[in-house]
C-alpha cells in the first residue's frame, strides 16, 4: 500500500517539475482556463447576490396585494373594495397604498412617488432618496420642482433625504403627503393604486384569493411566494441565458485544450517515448497525465473562483455590471452582500472542468499510448 | 426547462460524458470481435492501447456519476420552491414522472461502474486479460442504461416549469392539485430498525467469514445486494425519523443539508461503497478456477471485502448513534 | 538464457507500405556472457533488440526469457519485467532534457515505488562509481558525450538489472571513449551482467569482450558464431 502512495508521490513529483519545464504552453493554457472560470463565476455570484439581495427586500412585501384590471390593465382601484375585502374572514387588515413613477424629463430619470404609511412628510414637503438628491443637487432645505398630470408645475421643500440602508429600495424614492401626491398625479380621493392585505394564516392565502375574487372578479389578487418565484426564476432565467452564451466561449475554450493537448510537441513526446523506454507503464503515463490535467484545473479553478469573488464583491463587477443590470441614469452604489451558494460553485465545476477533462481524456491517451519503439531509432 | 446553473451544469456534463462511454462502448464491442491475446498483430496491439482509453473512461464516469449523483439531488431541493407545494428534493422530483426513474438509473449506473472497474482490475491482474470478455459485455449492457439515465434526466430537466405568475391570472391557475408529493413511500418504523440491525449483522458475519476463510464469495455479494436495499429503506422509514427527530419526516435527501451536519453524505456513501465492494468481491469468486489469477484473486477479494465491512461497520455505527444515543423514540 | 524462435516483426501490414523488419530469426543469448548483434544500419538490429529486450511484441513467433514465455504478455507485465531484467543504453542517449543528472538517473525506478531516500543514495553511489558524483544537480545539457553516456549507463543500471542492452553505443564516441566504454563493459560482465551489443563498429564487435556474435542483413541471420 504504501508503495502504491510512494509511486503516486513520484509521478506527482515528476508531473509538477514537467509542468514547470513548459511554462510558456502550460501558462497560456492556465490563463485562457483561468479566464473562463472567472467569468463564469463572476455571473453567478453577480446573480445570486443580486437575486439573495432582491429576495431579503421582498421577504417584506405585503403577503397579498389586490389590483384591480381592466381589460388586462392596471388601473386604479376603488376605496370601496377595500371594506368589502375586510370583511372575508381571515383578514387582519387592508391597507390602500398610493405610490407610482414619475419621469423627470430634464434628467431622464424615473422616480418612485411613494405615500409612506407611517410618517409621511407635511404638504408641501417630501423626503427623496439619496439618489435623486445626488442627481438634482437636491440637500434638505433646497426647494425641488416636478410637474404634475395637468402639466402644471409644483414646488416642494426637500424635508430629509431617506437614508441609505437598503440603496436598492431607495434610492430612487420620493415620499409625499396624500394631499400632494394626488395633486400631483391627479388619483382622485376614492381611489387608491393597489390593497395590500394581512392575513392570519399563511395556509389560508389562495382560499382568500379566491375568495376575493369572486367577490371582486374585476381584481387581481398577488401573492408574496408566487413574486418570490416569479423573480427567483427570472433570476435563473438571465443567468441561464448567460451561460448558454458562455457556452460558445466555453466551446472555444475546449477546442483550444483540445488542441494544446493533442499537439504535443516533438520533444514531448521524445520525452514520454523515453520513459517509456526506460520502464514506464502506460497506466503510469495516463496518471501522469491525470495529475497533469488535475494540477491545472485545480489551480485554474481556484484562482478563477477566487479573483470573481474579488471581482464581484469587492470592485462591484466593474466589468459588465452594466450589461447585466440594464439602463438607467440613476444607480444605487451598493455593494453587494459576500454570499456564495455552494450549487453555484459546484456548476461551476461541472461546466468547466468536466468538460476539459473530457476533452483531455483522449489526448493523453494517446499520449500515453506511444510507442517506445519509436524513441530507439 | 428551468435556465438554473446547475441544471444546465448537469444536462450537459452528462451529455458528454454519456457519449465518451458511447464511444468506449463501441471499441469494447470491436474488442469482443476481434481480441485474440496470442496474436503479435498490430491489430491485436491496438486493441490492447485501446482497452487503456476504455478503463480511463470508465473511471472517469464513475467519479462523475458519484458526484451528479449528489449534485443531482441538491439542485432539485434548491428549486424547490418554483413549485407550489414543494417543500424538498421529494417535491422536486415528482413534478413529472422522470424525476425518480433518473435517480434510481443514477444509481444504478454507479453501481454498474464500480462492479466494472473491479472487474477491470482484477483483469490486469491477469497476464492473459483473461476477463476481458466478462468485462466487455458487461460495457455494453452498461451503455444502453447509461444512455438512459442521460435521456431521462433531459427530458425531466426539459419538462420542469416552475409555477409563476402568468399575465393576467395570478394563483388562482397554479396547479396546487398537482399531486405533489411531500412524503416517499415507507415501511413500518420499528420493525424496520429490527430488520436493518438483522441485514446489517448477517451481511457482516457472511463477509467477515469470507475474509477469514475464503468461502462463500456468492453468498457475501447476494446478501450485499439485499443489505443495499434494506439499508436505503431503511434510512427513509426509520433513521431519518431519528435524525429529524420527527416522527413524520421521512425525507431521505434532507439529512444531506447542513442542518443535520450533512450526515447524509457518509450514510449513502458507505451504502454506495459497501453494495459496490460486497458485490465485486463475491462476483470474483467466480473466475476463482482461472489460472492467470490464481495468485492475486484472493489478495484482491480480501481488500474490496474489508472496504465493504468497514463501511458497513460505519453505517450501522451512524444508525446506531442516532437511535441509541439521542433522546428521542419511537416507542 | 533468452530463446527467440522464428521471431518476424512486421510494420503496417496489409498496406502497401508494409515492411518486415525482422524476418524468421531464431537465436539464443546466453546468460553471464556478452552477445553481439553485428550488421550495418536497416538490418533489423535495433527491432530485434527491442523484442529481446521486451520493448515490443512480436508478430509472429516465440520468445522465451529463461523458462519464461514472454511472447504475448500484456504490456504491463512486459514493462514490469523489462524493468527489473533489463537495463537499457541507446543509440543517443536519450536523456531527459531539463532534468539533472541525478533525477534522469533515477527517472526509471519511480513506478516502482520505492522510498526516494533508498533511491537517491543508490543512483548517487552509481554515479560516484563512474565518477560523475560531483555531477549530480547538473543539467544534463552541460554535459559533455563521455559523461552523457555514464549517466546513461548508470541510469540503465539503477533497477540492478541482471541484462544490460545497448544499441550503437560508441556511434557519437571517439575511440578513446569508445574503449573506456568497452572497459565499462568488461567490469558489468565480470560482476555477472550479461551484455547484449548492437554495433557495426569493430571496436565492439572484435573486442576479445564479445563471446559470441550474430550477424544480421536484411532482417534475417546470416551468421550466428561463437568466437573462440
Redesign the interface.
Known sequence: MSNVIERQRHIIDFTLSSLLRRKGKNSALLAVYTLIIFILASV?FFSHALRSEAGLVLRDTPEIIVQR?MT?RYQPIPLAYAGKIGDIRGVISVRPRLWGYYYDANFLANYTLVVPGENPPEPGTIDIGSGISKLREAYPGDTIGFTGFDGKPRDYVIRKVVSDESQLVSADLILISEADYRSLSGIPANQAIDLVLKVRNPKE??TI??KI?RLLPDT????RN?????Y??VF??R???V??IF?AAALAFVIFAWDKATGLSAEERKEIGILKAIGWE??DI?QMKFWEGLAVSLTAFLLGVILAYCHVFFASSFIFAPVLKGWSTLYPQFKLAPII?F??V??????TV??Y??TT??P??RA??IDPDAVMR | M?????????F??SL??SL?VLYSTAYGIQILRRWD??????LQ?GL??RT??VS??VA?FLA?QL??LF?FI??AD??C??FVGAMCAVGTLTVNQFGYPTLVLKIITFLLAGLWLILNHAD?QG???PLIRTKYRLLVVMAPIILAETTLQGIYFLGLR????T??????F?P?SRGIATEVINAPPLPMLTVFYLSTSVTFASGLWFYLRGRGGALFAALSVVQFVVALTAVISVISLYVYQMPSHHCPFCILQCEYYYVGYPIYIAILTAATTGMGAGWLSHYRGIASLREALPGLQRNLTLTALVSLALMAAISAAYTLLTSFTLR | MITAHDITK????GKPNEFSAVRGVSLTIDFHRATVLKGPSGSGKTTLLSIVGCMA????GRIFLGNREI???????LTEIRRRTFGFIFQQFNLIRGLTVLENVMAPAYPTGEKFPVLRKRAQEYLDLFDLGSKAASKIEWLSGGEAQRVAIARALINNPSIIIADEPTAHLDSKLSHEFMAIMRRLKADGKTIVLASHDPIVYDSDLADSVIEMRDGQLTSTGSLP
Request: proline share 5%; aromatic share 12%; net charge negative.
Open positions: 453567478l384590471t388586462g392565502y389562495t384569493a379566491e375574487r387581481r389578487p398577488i401573492i408566487e413574486i418570490l418565484r416569479t427567483d426564476a435563473s432565467w443567468s441561464g441565458l451561460i448558454v457556452s502506460t497506466s495516463l451558494n450549487g453555484h459546484a456548476a461551476i465545476f461541472f461546466l468536466v468538460p477533462t473530457i481524456i483522449i493523453s491517451w500515453a499510448t | 428551468i435556465l438554473h446553473p446547475s441544471i444546465l451544469a448537469l450537459i456534463s458528454l460524458i465518451m491475446i496470442a496474436s503479435g498483430s498490430e496491439l490492447e492501447r487503456y482509453l480511463t473512461i472517469y462523475f458526484v451528479s449534485m441538491y439542485t434548491s428549486i420552491h418554483l490486469n497476464f492473459d486479460y416552475p409555477d409563476i405568475i399575465s393576467c391570472c395570478g394563483s388562482l397554479s396546487a | 512486421t510494420f503496417n501490414a511484441r512480436p508478430t509472429a511472447t504475448s504478455l500484456p504490456e504491463r507485465f
